[in-house]
Structures are given as C-alpha cells and as structure tokens.
Nanobody, 119 residues
Framework: QVQLVESGGGLVQAGGSLRLSCAAS????????MGWYRQAPGKQRELVAA???????TYADSVKGRFAISRDNAKNTVYLQMNSLKPEDTAVYYC?????????????WGQGTQVTVSS
C-alpha cells in the first residue's frame, strides 16, 4: 500500500514563505510523476506543480516564479517551496503520486495539509 504523508502547512502572512513536504512509503522513482494539488472551499482541485521520474517539472500559471517543486531521492520525499504567498493561495494542499503499469493510471493521495495566507 502506497502511503503519502504531507507536512509543513500553516498560517503565514502575504508575502511570506512555506515549504511543504511529502514523504512517500516507496521510492519516488516507482512513480511516473509526483505533484502537489490544492483545493479551496467551493473550488475544484487543481494541479499546482508536478515532477516526473526523470526530473521534468511543470507548474500552474498562477504559481510560476513563486513556487518550486523538488525532491530528495534518498529520503523518498518531494517538497514544494512556496514563496511570495498570496491570500488566493489559501487551500488544502494534497500530495499526489501517479503510477502507470498496464492499463489506466493509478493515483495515490496524501491526507492534505492546510495552508492559510492572511491579507
């Protein structure tokens, strides 16, 4: 059973920074990609950032230049560095891992960590 555990959320003032961590129970290389999604009340869940097993990254337009995804392979951990935070970044952030073997992709999710940015 794949387990993903997020940490690092909290309350921060606009313009501040936070770093989220996602610790995986398996090697990050066992997944086609890992990433961070977020969901605010009344809003759909959206992709924030993702990193492939090869190290390629992608970001939502709204966070480009402010957020950075990275990983520590030895620790099976993916990070999301969040700088210049804005109130609209307030959401529950979820770690995601995707694996494709034979058939449809399978997604695994963490429990979520709350990020609140005050104005």
């Amino acid at each position: 059973q794949v387990q993903l555990v997020e940490s690092g959320g909290g309350l921060v003032q606009a313009g501040g920074s936070l770093r989220l961590s996602c610790a995986a129970s398996e090697s990050v290389f066992s997944f086609n990609a890992m990433g961070w999604y977020r969901q605010a009340p009344g809003k759909q869940r959206e992709l924030v950032a993702a990193i492939s097993s090869a190290g390629s990254t992608t970001y939502a337009d709204s966070v480009k230049g402010r957020f950075a995804i990275s990983r520590d392979n030895a620790k099976n951990t993916v990070y999301l560095q969040m700088n210049s935070l804005k109130p609209e970044d307030t959401a529950v952030y979820y770690c995601n891992a995707q694996r494709v073997h034979w058939g449809p992709a399978v997604d695994y999710w963490g429990q979520g960590t709350q990020v609140t940015v005050s104005s």
